[in-house]
Structures are given as structure tokens and as C-alpha cells.
């Protein structure tokens, strides 16, 4: 029985050991800082992008499924995953020649 | 940047195009339902674009804030509230639909500001993208020419299909109209439901749930056509199972409603 009444407590407290892993990808002159990013395999990850330029750019990836507006100086945050191993293309919408990258799950 | 300036502006264009001409065609197939006087018949429409327009206006000025808000996922949970209220409308319109000279809620004006609603909301979602995006090419005078152009082209070719919608089905008789329009209504639910999903996943509001397939090889979603699937019906290459059952959830809510069962029903078409 004592099982039972644990299970929601366990169940509460699970995304707070499983810590959500935080990477920071930063836009500058229309470019991604860094272009490549390496995120673990398996588990949902926190991108936080900070956009410095004055004009608004928009995360955009058909692999990742992701695609958000991100104002100009201002930080936002996108979650994505979990992700199998491989290669995910980037790319920002607004400046799509220059702003490119590549999340790589290892 | 042509090409991307063009898939760009469709994608936010065509979803208010379409559903601006479902509405029309069911104002026009069913009047008594929603009891429209003249005046109305002839100003619903106008109303909501201009609310619309005014509402992406005021949406994109403060798109830096509200993507502030909730630890920097309120954009997401913005939208994903506006397109659940558009359900819930869209629902609310099917549920009180009723037949001619039956008082109801619809005919005391309720039917008018649910369509407004539902258009202003389309408009601003979709419209204050297009507001950023212009704002974000305005620095890069070497692309503005093939920007403009291309946007030009979308916002043609998205009136286009919904004008082309409009006349294809008026065209048909009535009865196959109405049925289409409601189908495609519930359709536009689902997609609304699904939508609301993916932007709740991506703010980690809801849990992940397993992609079920893969379609992009066949039908990659950045083309005219995978855009024009996704504002009709809601196509996506890479859904997830939350996604999934939220589409058919609302579909089926859609389809259970006086507006859809009236129109699909044997017979002729109650209501006119």
C-alpha cells in the first residue's frame, strides 16, 4: 500500500531532480553564436536565445518543429526535444542566408 | 529571399483568407440562424479586418513583453489562449445554431460576435507576425525589393484561394455547400486544437508525447501546397501523439454540433 501514496509525490518531484539542461544560443548581426550547438540525446532541453540585434528575427526549424518570433534586444526561451541522435537544422526566418545553425544531439 | 519572403507571408495569410470565406459562404448559405439585418450582412466583415488589423498592430508592439511573461513563453501561452477561445467559439456558434424563427442566442446578436471574434483573433495572430517580419527586413535594404514583392505575391495568392474557396462551393448547390463549409469548419477546429498543442509543448506547459510520423520527404510543409493543406486542414509532416488526439478531440466536438449534424443531415436543409 505504502507504494501507492508515494507514486504522486514521486510523480511531483520528478522534473525536479530531472533538471531541465539549459543551453544559450545568441543572435548577433543576424548570425547564431555558436552556429553549432551539441545538446544530450534523450531529454528535453531549454534553449534560451538572446537576440542583440535591433531587429526581431524568428527562430525558425522544420526538424525541431520549432518556430518562434524573437523581438529585437530581447531574451526568450524555446524548449525542445527529447531529441533522438542527429543533426537539426536552424535557421532564422527574417535573415535566412546569414542566420544558420545546427543542433547536433549526442 | 523571394521565395521565403513568399512562404512566409502565405502561411499567415491564407489561414484568415479561408476561414473569412467559410464564414461568408455560411452567412450566406444559413441567414436566418444567425438573424443578420442588412446592416450587419454588410459591416461583420469590414468590422473584423479592421479590428484585426489594429489588434496585430497593438499584438506586435508588445510582443517584447509578453514574451516575457511565464519564465519567457508568453507568446506561446498568448497564442495558444487565443486559439483555444477560437474553439470555444467556433463551438459555442455550433452548439446554438438553430432554425429559422427560433428565438436563441445566435439571433440576439451572440452569432455576430462570435464570427467578429474568431476573424479578429485570426487576424491579429497572423497579422502581427507579418508586422514583425516587415520590421525585421526593413534594415536590409539589398533584400527589401524581393521581400515586398513576395509578400505582394503571398497576400495575392492567399486572398486568391479564398476567393477561389468562395466561389467553388458557391457554385455548388447549396446543400453540398453547407456540408463542405462545416466540414472544413471542423476541420479548422482541430487545427486550431493541434496548434494550441505544439505552441503548449514548446513553452513545456504540456508534456511530450512521441512523433507519430514523418511526411516532409513526401509533403515538405514549406511549399504552396503544404501550406494551403496546413491552413484547410491542418497538415503536419511531423505530428505527435497529443497533437494527434487534440485535432480529432476538437474535429469531433465540431461534428457533434446542431451547425454540423443540420447540414450532413438527410433531407433538405433545415434552416433556410
Known amino acids: 500500500m505504502r507504494k501507492f501514496y508515494l507514486l504522486p509525490c514521486w510523480l511531483l518531484s520528478a522534473p525536479l531532480w530531472a533538471a531541465t539542461p539549459e543551453f544559450e544560443l545568441v543572435i548577433r548581426d543576424h548570425l547564431f553564436f555558436p552556429s553549432t550547438l551539441e545538446v544530450p540525446a534523450g ?48 535557421f532564422g526566418e527574417f535573415y535566412p542566408k546569414t542566420a544558420q545553425g545546427r543542433v547536433i544531439a549526442k | 529571399m523571394f521565395l521565403n519572403a513568399v512562404i512566409l507571408v ?47 498592430w497593438g499584438f506586435a508592439a508588445l510582443t517584447p513583453v509578453v514574451s516575457a511573461w511565464f ?24 452548439y446554438a445554431w438553430r432554425g429559422a424563427g427560433e428565438a436563441s442566442f445566435l439571433a440576439r446578436g451572440g452569432g455576430m460576435i462570435c464570427l467578429i471574434v474568431i476573424v479578429t483573433l485570426a487576424i491579429t495572430r497572423e497579422g502581427s507576425e507579418i508586422i514583425l517580419y516587415t520590421q525585421g527586413i526593413m534594415g536590409q535594404r539589398e533584400v527589401l525589393t524581393s521581400v515586398l514583392s ?13 476567393v477561389l474557396l468562395y466561389y467553388i462551393l458557391r457554385n455548388l448547390n447549396d446543400r453540398r455547400a453547407l456540408r463542405v463549409v462545416a466540414l472544413l469548419l471542423a476541420f479548422f477546429s482541430g487545427n486550431m486544437a493541434m496548434q494550441a498543442v505544439l505552441l503548449l509543448n514548446q513553452a513545456d506547459w504540456l ?66
Do not use: H
Open chain 1, 43 to 90: 531529454v528535453k532541453v531549454r534553449l534560451m536565445v538572446d537576440n542583440q540585434d535591433e531587429t526581431p528575427e524568428e527562430f525558425e526549424s522544420y526538424e525541431l518543429n520549432r518556430e518562434k518570433v524573437i523581438p529585437g534586444n530581447s531574451r526568450t526561451a524555446i524548449f525542445i526535444g527529447p531529441l533522438k541522435p542527429g543533426e537539426y537544422p536552424f
Open chain 2, 10 to 56: 502565405l502561411q499567415e495569410i491564407l489561414e484568415a483568407s479561408l476561414l473569412l470565406s467559410l464564414f461568408l459562404l455560411l452567412t450566406a448559405l444559413q441567414r436566418e440562424p444567425l438573424a443578420l439585418g442588412a446592416r450587419w450582412r454588410a459591416a461583420w466583415v469590414p468590422l473584423s479586418i479592421v479590428l484585426g488589423v489594429l489588434g496585430s
Open chain 2, 71 to 94: 519564465d519567457y513563453v508568453g507568446q506561446e501561452v498568448v497564442n495558444a489562449a487565443f486559439q483555444i477561445v477560437t474553439i470555444a467559439l467556433l463551438l459555442t456558434l455550433g
Open chain 2, 150 to 162: 513576395g509578400a505582394t505575391v503571398a497576400i495575392g495568392i492567399g486572398v486568391s484561394c479564398g
Open chain 2, 207 to 272: 508534456p511530450y508525447t512521441a512523433e507519430l510520423w514523418d511526411s516532409s520527404a513526401l509533403l515538405p510543409e514549406n511549399t504552396v501546397l503544404g501550406q494551403l493543406l496546413y491552413a484547410l486542414i491542418g497538415y503536419e509532416a511531423t505530428p505527435s501523439l497529443a497533437q494527434l488526439l487534440a485535432y480529432a478531440l476538437a474535429c469531433a466536438a465540431f461534428m457533434l454540433t446542431p451547425l454540423f449534424r443540420r447540414a450532413w443531415a438527410r433531407g433538405e436543409i433545415q434552416g433556410e
